[in-house]
Every structure is written in structure tokens, then in C-alpha cells.
């Protein structure tokens, strides 16, 4: 924040032309202000000012509002002076005290290219040798202008401008930026600076910048431009010093306007009056108006204003010194009512003016200073963190580089496919989707149930529709659409029947049964292949992402070559699984005879079971429930064994005697089981239903265990095969491959490898601007973090 200023005691005159001013320089507040001031010079001429809010003075107002006279009396110089607006780009002046004498040395400040954007690097060039009379400053002020209105942005442009424009005579000057005689339209404003570095004996350590005059009218883009100009200087830490010609009410006043917009509470904003010779003599109530202002009656601001008088045209035209200048202003307010009698006399006079200016800009460079070190460092570990998340700079060579990063992917598919902590996720989803197809397949179970027809099956809903369908999975269940009786069976067996035996089963109707559950397998195939496809291109898609993505070039050839590549793996994969379905097709085969054979009998005993009961024909005796029991629960506990059967569905669970024997009909049971063994009958209590005469279903339940047996051996066969041959044909081929492919495709081995190489790993151009803009930021900050350092903070 701008600190307050200390007001001068009320009696306090305005200084001498040359007397007091001498004061200001023997003391260690003004060697302290000049290095502060010079040192935030520095700062600025390293282009700190771009990424830190750097304390300033600016000084605006409208155009024929006496600004330009009020910049000559403050700095001692003449700037240029034409009918209109005169100042066309910013003028730094740095004011500094030196016994020596006095001179003078111009300087272009280049930030800006030729469309107002900001270069990489602020350059500071001066622009001519030090003058020493002052009377070659003006002339050399409008050749420094018309060099930056003319530059069109390059680097070589600039250069050329500076010694183009800096030895030309004034007429030359003038014919170079008029249209009509050069053929080349200079820019109307610019944001590049003009630096006026001036020291003397009778100058005080003081630094401020002038800006284009607010002109009204004019075209609506030159007025826009100059009101942004204007508006993006008087943001932020800096004091506004405002013109304000006495010849015309402030709030007709633009000037006064922006700086209230910028500063609505008046803490920054310092008044200066002008011309105040221009009031008419009657304008009583004008002059009124304006030492109303001036004493802080109206439009109040913390620091006030001041009024100054600069000489008129006629007497600059007649040579008038700067010390006369100054005494004939001290002379203006000291018999000119109704500023002879103001209670504030320290608030006329150009030296008052200039001495509460340099003492506030001191103030507020000091108080900032300190504050500049933690902004540069928080800007600086802001700027790390940015640069260390772009990533790392190719500084190998090309062909070494991109043969380490193919490497590096093909050993990520490899990874992905075989699965590391690393990657998970496809082996993850691929076991889900196996799964998955394993229960696909298990649904194509054949769904026979031991009964006539389904008058006489069991009424229970869950037992009509579900069916577990495999002993390993006993919570699975088939929601099955139509069932197949006994009835079913034995029409489909007469149907097939042709030069058959008596009692022979045609071997078509094994064989038809077999294919109508293998129907579905294609589409239960395809399914899972096509799952596991989009998984894997989904993951190597995020892997090409992650490896290539900051290189687009080598990312074009990249991505396009493995997408190749998957696409003819999973054709041979198609031909592969289409083959092992083909082999399922094919006439019923296994040399897994025990476990099939293990399988059809468990699976007619289970059907014999639930016959033997609804015939009431088991042996072993009563199936032991009351007879207030519901017929299908004891039928459900009889067929699954007691109670480890379930509830739930049609159970093919292998059957345990009933429990509910007595003691006595127990013995008796054991008693006929020892007998038949002396006899020479080896008989188990297992064995007993063997006993039960044939069932007329016979041949149609043999037919059912054998088929749903057979079942149960080729869907353990294609849930593996499957799998195994997508793993090994799609997945581990295109890993064993890809280095190879990507090599030949890439060219890596041709005689102009290196050349394809340096364009594969050409840095995406908006990554290299971000890291070339971050580099000198770092570099710009890193130099003003040590001249902070330096200085002494």
C-alpha cells in the first residue's frame, strides 16, 4: 500500500530555485533514495517488471493538459511538442544527483513485438552516445520514437531501427514515418519504452513514467488503444500522478477518471494542477473551486494535490533557464490570489511537487522490497514445479532415444499381458470375462429332467425353471427356458430310429442331443473374444498415451502400426478358436473315459433316484417324512440325499440312504445284506436299488445321463481351450512380436535412421514454447532473486 506523506507545517514556503534544493542531496535519506531508486531501475531494465508488481510513479492525463510542460519542469529537459498528441509510446525518466555535470543518456526499452506481444527477453539498448546539452535531447527524443513506431517486431528489425533512426537529420526523421513520403505506415502507438537517464547537480533522485496523452477525439481505435495503454499502468504498486488543467472542470476530465477506476479510494492518486494562469481574471468562483480542491475540501486525496505554472510558448520560444522558470513560478503564487493566501503554500511550486514524489516513491520502494523476495521465491518454486511437470528434454541421440522407448513399451505390453503389479487391469478383466464365458457355456447345459411330461414334474416354480448345472459351481443356477422330458427323449429317439436292432439307441440321436447344446457356443465364443479385444486396444491405447503422447510424429507411426498388428493377431486368433470349436463339432470324442463314465452313472443314479420315487419303488424302505409333509419337499429331500439338498431347484446331487430308519428296521436291513454276502452276493446298502425291476423309461434315461455327461466333459475342455488359445494367439503373440514390427515400420535400421529419428522425437511445438517460456522465466527470476540478494535485503 502507498504510504501517507507527511505534509510540510502550514507556514512552510515552496523551495528556491537553487538554495534548499542542495539540501536534499547532503543527506542519508537522499543517498538511500537514490540507490533504491536506481536499484529498481536495474530491476526493471532486467525485465523483472513483467512477472513483479515493481513500485512506479506514473503520470497520465489528457492530451493539451499541461503534461508535457509539467514533465519539462520537473526533469529540465524539452520533450518533443506537435499540434495534437505528441507522446506516442511510454518515456521512462530517471532523474538521479551527481556533482559531476549534468548529461543525458536515451535508451530504447525493447518488451513488445510489432502485435503488442511480450518478447522472451527485455533488451535495453541505448539509442546514441550521452549528450551533455540539453538542447539535443528533444531532436534525439523524436528520433528514438519514430524508431520504435517504425520497428516491426523482429529482433533484426529493431536493431536496424535504432541505427537507422539515430543519426538522421530531424527532416528526414519526418519524412521516414509519413506515409505518403516513405510508403510505410508506422505504428500509431507502442507499448516499447523510451529510457531518459539523467543526472546532474540540481536534479533530485526521482523515477517516473509518461504516458501518451487520453485523446477524445480521434478514431475510435486510437482512442481505445491509448485508454488500455493508460489503463494497464496505473494497476497495481504504483503512485498516479494526474494533470489536471485548471482551464476546465474535473469531472470533465478522463484522466481523473481512469485514476479513479484504478484507485477508488484516492490512497495512490496525487493531483496535479495546471496552467493555472489560464483563469480568466473574473473566474472568482473557478479559482474558488479549484483552492477548494487544492486544500482537500473537494475530491479528496490522501496525498493531496499540488499546482504547479510551467512557462508559456513564448517563453520557451525565448530560451527561458529552468532556475528562472522556477522563480517566476514562486513569484506567480505568491502574488496571485487566491493561492497567495492558501493555508498549504508547501503545495505550490514544481520542487515541492517533485521533492513529496521522490520522499513517497522512496517510502513505498523500501516497504516493497522486502516483499519482492518472497514473491520471487514463491514465483520461482512455482515455476520449478511447472517445468518439472513438462516432460524431460530429448538430450540423447535420436535413434539410441527411440529405440530405448520402443523397448520400454514392448516390455509394457509384455507387463500387461503376463500381468505385475504395475498392470493389473487387463488380467483382471480378462479373468472376469473367462469367467464369465465359463458360465456361458455352463448354461448350454442339456436340460433334462427325469419325467414323463410336465403334468407330472414337480409343480414347485423354482424346480421348473432353474437347475444347478455343475457340481463345482453348486450355487449356480440355469434359468432354462423349455425342459426336456421323457417323453421329449423318446420321440426324439423314435425319430431317429432307422435299421436299428430292437433295444439299440441310434447313435444320431446321441449325436443331435450333443449338438443342439453345443449351438450356442460360437456366439458365447465370439462374446468373450470380443470383450477381451476391447479391454487390451483400450489398455494399449492408455500405454501408447503414456509413452508417445508428447511425441506426435513418432506417435503417427506408432499407433496406426501396432493397431496393424493387433488386428492380424486376432484374425490368427479367430482361425485358432474356430478351430477348437470346429473340433467340438465334430463326432463325440474323449479318451477321459473314467470321468465320463464316472459322470453318467452318478447322473442316472440321480435320474433312477427321483423316478424311484415318484413310482414308490426305492429300495431301502419309507422315505421317512409324516405324512402331513408336502409331497415335493420330501421329494426334494429324497432326491438330494436328506438335508444337504436344495431348496431352491431341481438338485442332481449324488443320493444318501434316508435317516429316518428305526432300530429295528435298521437290523433287519443289515441282517439281509449279511445274508446275501454268505451266499456269495458282495451287496452295499448303495447297491440295493440296483434291486428295483427295469423302468420303462430305461433307454431314454440312459440317453439323457449319457448326453448331459458328455457335456459335462466338453465344456471343461472349451472353457480352457478358449482362453488359453486368446491368451496364446491374440495376447502373448502381439507381445513377442511388437519390438520387431515397430523397428521395420519405424525404420530404425535404414541408412537414414537418424534423420527419421530426430523428426519422431521433434518435441511437440506448443510443450517446447511452454518449456523455452518457463526456462526464461527461471532464468529472468533467478537474476532478480540474486540482484535482491546483492542489494543488501
Keep these: ?286 479559482r474558488d473551486m479549484w483552492l477548494d480542491v487544492l486544500e482537500g475540501r473537494e475530491h479528496a486525496l490522501q496525498h493531496g494535490y499540488y499546482c504547479t505554472r510551467q512557462p508559456d510558448d513564448d517563453q520557451r520560444l525565448a530560451g527561458i533557464t529552468p532556475a528562472a522558470a522556477r522563480t517566476a513560478e514562486a513569484d506567480f503564487f505568491r502574488t496571485t490570489v487566491p493561492w497567495s493566501g492558501s493555508t498549504c503554500p508547501h503545495r505550490f511550486g514544481t520542487q515541492n511537487l517533485v521533492r513529496s514524489i521522490s520522499e513517497l516513491l522512496t517510502r513505498i520502494i523500501s516497504d516493497s522490497l522486502p516483499k519482492l523476495i518472497g514473491e520471487v521465491a514463491a514465483q520461482l518454486a512455482a515455476t520449478n514445479k511447472l517445468l518439472e511437470g513438462l516432460p524431460p528434454a530429448v538430450t540423447t541421440e535420436p535413434s539410441a532415444f527411440v529405440l530405448d522407448l520402443v523397448t520400454k513399451f514392448r516390455n509394457d505390453v509384455v507387463e500387461l499381458v503376463e500381468g505385475s503389479p504395475r498392470h493389473t487391469r487387463l488380467v483382471q478383466a480378462n479373468r472376469d470375462t473367462y469367467e464369465k464365458f465359463k458360465f456361458a457355456i455352463l448354461g448350454s447345459a442339456p436340460p433334462f429332467l427325469p419325467y414323463e411330461n410336465a403334468q407330472v414334474a414337480p409343480k414347485s416354480k423354482t424346480k421348473m425353471r432353474y437347475m444347478k448345472i455343475d457340481d463345482d459351481d453348486a450355487g449356480r443356477m440355469l434359468r432354462v427356458a423349455k425342459y426336456l422330458y421323457l417323453d421329449d427323449v423318446r420321440e426324439h429317439i423314435h425319430a431317429s430310429m432307422t435299421r436299428e436292432l430292437p433295444n439299440n439307441i441310434p447313435y444320431p440321436a446321441k449325436r443331435s442331443l450333443i449338438h443342439d447344446f453345443q449351438e450356442s457356443w460360437e456366439a458365447h465364443v465370439m462374446d468373450c473374444f470380443d470383450r477381451v479385444q476391447v479391454d487390451f486396444k483400450h489398455t494399449l491405447g492408455e500405454l501408447v498415451k503414456h509413452r508417445f503422447e508428447r511425441f506426435s510424429h513418432l506417435k503417427g507411426v506408432v499407433a496406426p502400426a501396432l493397431m496393424e498388428q493387433v488386428n492380424a493377431c486376432a484374425n490368427e486368433t479367430l482361425a485358432q478358436v474356430h478351430t477348437v470349436l470346429k473340433l467340438e463339432r465334430a463326432a463325440p470324442f474323449t479318451q477321459n473315459t473314467h470321468y465320463l463314465a464316472d459322470k453318467r452313472d452318478k447322473q442316472l443314479a440321480q435320474y433312477k433316484h427321483a423316478r424311484a420315487f415318484r413310482t414308490g419303488k426305492a429300495a431301502g424302505g419309507s422315505s421317512g417324512r409324516s405324512a402331513g409333509d408336502s409331497e415335493e419337499e420330501s421329494e426334494e429331500e429324497w432326491v438330494a440325499g436328506g438335508s444337504g439338498g436344495s431348496k431352491d431347484g431341481f438338485s442332481f446331487a449324488v443320493p444318501r440312504p434316508p435317516k429316518t430308519l428305526s432300530t429295528k428296521e435298521k437290523e433287519t436291513l443289515n441282517n439281509a445284506l449279511a445274508e446275501l454276502t454268505r451266499l456269495g452276493y458282495p451287496v452295499k446298502e448303495d447297491d440295493l436299488g440296483k434291486l428295483n425291476p427295469p423302468d420303462e423309461y430305461q433307454e431314454e434315461l440312459e440317453v439323457m445321463a449319457e448326453v448331459r455327461a458328455y457335456f459335462q466333459v466338453s465344456y471343461k475342455r472349451i472353457i480352457d481351450y478358449i482362453p488359453l488359445s486368446i491368451d496364446q494367439h491374440f495376447l502373448y503373440a502381439l507381445a513377442e512380436r511388437l519390438q520387431g514390427v515397430l523397428i521395420e515400420k519405424l525404420g530404425l535400421g535404414s541408412a537414414k535412421a537418424d534423420a527419421r529419428c530426430a523428426q519422431y522425437v521433434a518435441e511437440d511445438p506448443h510443450v517446447s514454447a511452454q518449456r523455452t517460456e518457463l526456462l526464461a522465466k527461471k532464468k529472468k527470476l533467478e537474476t532478480v532473486q540474486r540482484a535482491l540478494f546483492n542489494f543488501g535485503l
Design 1 to 286: 500500500m502507498v504510504p501517507s506523506s507527511s505534509p510540510a507545517p502550514s507556514g512552510a514556503s515552496g523551495l528556491s530555485a537553487q538554495g534548499d534544493a542542495s539540501l536534499l542531496h547532503d543527506t542519508t535519506f537522499t543517498k538511500t533514495s537514490q540507490e533504491l531508486i536506481q536499484f529498481v531501475t536495474q530491476l526493471r531494465a532486467l525485465g523483472a517488471q513483467v512477472y513483479l508488481d515493481l513500485p512506479r510513479i506514473v503520470v497520465i492525463g489528457n492530451q493539451s493538459a499541461g503534461k508535457s510542460s509539467l514533465v519539462e519542469g520537473v526533469s529540465g529537459i524539452s520533450v518533443p511538442r506537435d499540434a495534437g498528441t505528441c507522446t506516442r509510446c511510454p518515456m521512462e525518466c530517471r532523474l538521479g544527483y551527481t556533482p559531476d555535470a549534468w548529461s543525458c543518456q536515451i535508451s530504447v526499452r525493447w518488451e513488445f513485438d510489432g502485435t503488442g506481444q511480450r518478447l522472451e527477453e527485455v533488451q535495453e539498448v541505448p539509442f546514441g552516445p550521452r549528450l551533455t546539452d540539453k538542447a539535443l535531447v528533444e531532436p534525439m527524443l523524436r528520433r528514438a520514437q519514430a524508431a520504435i513506431l517504425s520497428a516491426s517486431g523482429g529482433t533484426g528489425s529493431r536493431e536496424a531501427a535504432v541505427a537507422r533512426f539515430v543519426g538522421m537529420s530531424l527532416e528526414e526523421v519526418r519524412r521516414s514515418t509519413d506515409p505518403k513520403t516513405s510508403g510505410v505506415k508506422a505504428l500509431a502507438f507502442s507499448r516499447n519504452t523510451i529510457c531518459v537517464d539523467l543526472a546532474g547537480p540540481d536534479l533530485v533522485d526521482l523515477s517516473f513514467v509518461d504516458l501518451p496523452g487520453i485523446v477524445q477525439n480521434a478514431e475510435a481505435e486510437v482512442v481505445q488503444l491509448v485508454e488500455d495503454l493508460v489503463t494497464s499502468y496505473v494497476e497495481g504498486n504504483c503512485l498516479i500522478l494526474v494533470a489536471l488543467p485548471m482551464s476546465d472542470d474535473i469531472e470533465n476530465q478522463k484522466a481523473a477518471r481512469i485514476a479513479k477506476h484504478a484507485d477508488p479510494q484516492g490512497v495512490r492518486t496525487i493531483g496535479v494542477l495546471t496552467k493555472p494562469d489560464t483563469i480568466p481574471a473574473g473566474s472568482t468562483k473557478r
